[in-house]
């Protein structure tokens, strides 16, 4: 073989490379038909048989080295076919894999892992290939880049496993190779000596996966397919990026207060002539208005206490994790179950049961943050005369129809911002600091489609607030029946929301406070002379006054963060490095 080959060498070197090598003559009806195949087509073929053949070793590679990499051999002889002029080498500072956690209370993002890859490369003239993170990628001329095999990374059931392989060794390699342990393995999740909070199950928060690499197009097609999700690319660093995000807990508002931290309460405190109370209406039934679908359904649930004292009312039930307080004038209509104690002085019309615990609902952090960036990044702004980064919006009467919004500050100061969806549009706003309406100033939603707004609340109000009707009223209002579908207000887990009646005027919220605590959380929301009518989930939920939360119960099967093809979920997360290191023999 040796002597064949460099004798086609030598030819090639004789004849240039448009020299005709072999004529075929075949006469057909008395004409001769002669094909010509030069050596252009030649090297041309055998490049392809080169590669084709390297492709099939670096396969064989892969499942040797996998067995050396994690543990189930000491180490691995491995032949590495070469042909022609074209050989392997290693290569220590190819590409490399970074895993960073993002902590959902404060959106900071710390790095589990961050490891350089390394590959074993063969290169031809069209061609390379390399065996990298325990995968196979091909790169051709013009054709792109492709996964041969896949790489060390196991997605299921909402778990992670990603065992990375990184390479080491001789620069160049020819024939027969070792394949060794080049240390142990290192743990990097969990490992609850390097953090605390690097346990599973995971509570919060989300986690990136990031590969820097000459193959970066194959591996976000690998994440898309793996995960059932999307992967970024961002091809001036040529990197590859997949998401997946910890779930954040039940996702419908099923009652019309839920508080959701351990630490959390709902109180009711009632003074004066107006009742301080829950009840119930569906927007989705007949008119669809509170007067005329007014029922008793405007139930109450926490992880934490309840307390209804003086002119208040629950017409509904209770369900606490904690210690049950009704007393004076308080009144449930419903049942009481609880899980602490109770201290009953005041009425309740049910039964009373005990039970065992009241799940609290995980923070939507994540989401907030995720979807603050991306409306904040990519807006409709600039197709309207809404400023982008001025202090405040204060503009006179507006219209914004279907589309997003980005404001740094949201405030409604006596004049009327229209949201018109259209039919079944969208309409999503993203605000840094804080939404606040004032001296009659109004937010109605028109049309049928939904209105999503994603308060980040990097900065709050005076009054320490990242929403509030204050200082002679506000109204947020939805033309359509009181549809609380149709307007959704996330926060995160320390938003601080203040519908305060003190003063004349009208108090409204219609729609959805979706601000979810957490086990650690302190958001909160108080209501006082004024009215929600949709539903509200939040740490702690302080009712005064007459405040009033009038549960739509159209709410109950509707999920209130939207699945998102491109969002993956995770519960646990198993992530080590584990070197090997390859030696020419």
Do not use: C
């Amino acid at each position: 073989m040796g002597q064949a080959r460099r004798g086609h060498q030598h030819q090639r070197a004789q004849t240039g490379p448009l020299a005709i090598v072999l004529v075929f003559g075949i006469v057909l009806s008395g004409s001769v038909l002669v094909v010509s195949l030069g050596a252009d087509s030649f090297s041309s073929t055998q490049q392809t048989l080169d590669a084709d053949r390297a492709e099939q070793t670096l396969t064989q590679f892969d499942s040797q080295t996998a067995m050396v990499a994690l543990g189930e051999a000491n180490t691995q002889q491995v032949v590495l076919t070469q042909s022609g002029r074209d050989g392997y080498e290693v290569d220590d500072d190819a590409g490399w894999m970074r895993v960073t956690v993002t902590n959902a209370s404060n959106d900071s993002a710390r790095t589990i892992m961050n490891a350089t890859l390394g590959a074993v490369v063969y290169e031809g003239d069209t061609t390379k290939l390399a065996y990298q993170g325990g995968g196979v990628w091909r790169r051709s001329a013009g054709d792109g880049t492709t996964m041969i095999s896949p790489p060390e990374f196991h997605y299921r059931d909402a778990t992670l496993t990603l065992p990375l392989v990184t390479v080491t060794g001789d620069r160049s390699l020819s024939g027969p190779v070792s394949v060794t342990r080049n240390g142990p393995s290192q743990q990097y999740f969990p490992n609850a000596t390097a953090d605390d909070d690097w346990v599973n199950p995971l509570e919060q928060g989300q986690v990136n996966v990031t590969v820097k690499s000459d193959y970066y197009p194959a591996w976000a097609r690998f994440f898309s397919g793996r995960t059932d999700g999307t992967a970024a690319v961002d091809h001036d660093n040529r990197t590859a990026t997949t998401t997946l995000v910890v779930p954040t807990g039940p996702q419908t508002v099923s009652n019309a207060i839920a508080a959701t931290s351990a630490a959390g309460e709902i109180k009711l405190a009632g003074s004066g002539s107006a009742t301080t109370r829950t009840d119930s209406y569906n927007s989705s039934v007949g008119t669809g208005t509170y007067a005329d679908t007014r029922t008793d359904a405007g139930t109450v649930r926490t992880a934490g206490d309840v307390t209804v004292k003086g002119n208040s009312e629950i017409d509904g039930s209770i369900e606490s994790g904690g210690f049950v307080t009704v007393k004076g004038s308080g009144t449930v209509t419903g049942d009481v179950r609880y899980g602490d104690g109770t201290k009953i002085t005041g009425t309740v019309d049910g039964d009373l049961e005990q039970i065992e615990t009241v799940d609290g609902v995980g923070p939507a952090d994540s989401y907030v943050g995720r979807r603050y960036r991306n409306v904040s990044s990519t807006n409709d702004n600039g197709d309207t005369n809404v400023p982008i980064t001025d202090d405040l919006y204060d503009g006179g009467d507006e219209t914004l129809g279907p589309g997003s919004y980005h404001f740094d500050r949201l405030v409604v100061d006596g004049e009327t911002l229209t949201l018109d969806t259209g039919t079944d549009g969208q309409i999503e706003i993203a605000v840094r600091d804080y939404v606040r309406l004032q001296n009659a100033g109004e937010i109605e939603i028109q049309g049928d489609g939904e209105v999503r707004m994603y308060v980040d609340g990097q900065n709050a109000t005076a009054s320490g607030h990242h929403f509030s009707i204050e200082n002679s009223g506000g109204v947020v209002d939805i033309a359509n029946a009181q549809n609380a579908r149709q307007l959704w207000l996330y926060g995160r887990s320390d938003f601080q929301a203040r519908i305060d009646g003190a003063s004349s005027g009208t108090y409204t919220f219609e729609g959805v406070f979706w601000a979810p605590a957490g086990p650690v959380g302190s958001s909160t929301v108080t209501v006082e002379k004024g009215d929600v009518y949709g539903g509200v989930v939040a740490g702690s939920v302080d009712m005064e006054n007459g405040g009033a939360v009038h549960y739509d119960r159209s709410l109950r099967n509707v999920r209130a963060i939207p699945p998102e093809e491109n969002i993956v979920r995770l519960t646990f997360l198993h992530i080590s490095e584990n070197p090997v290191e390859v030696s020419d023999n």
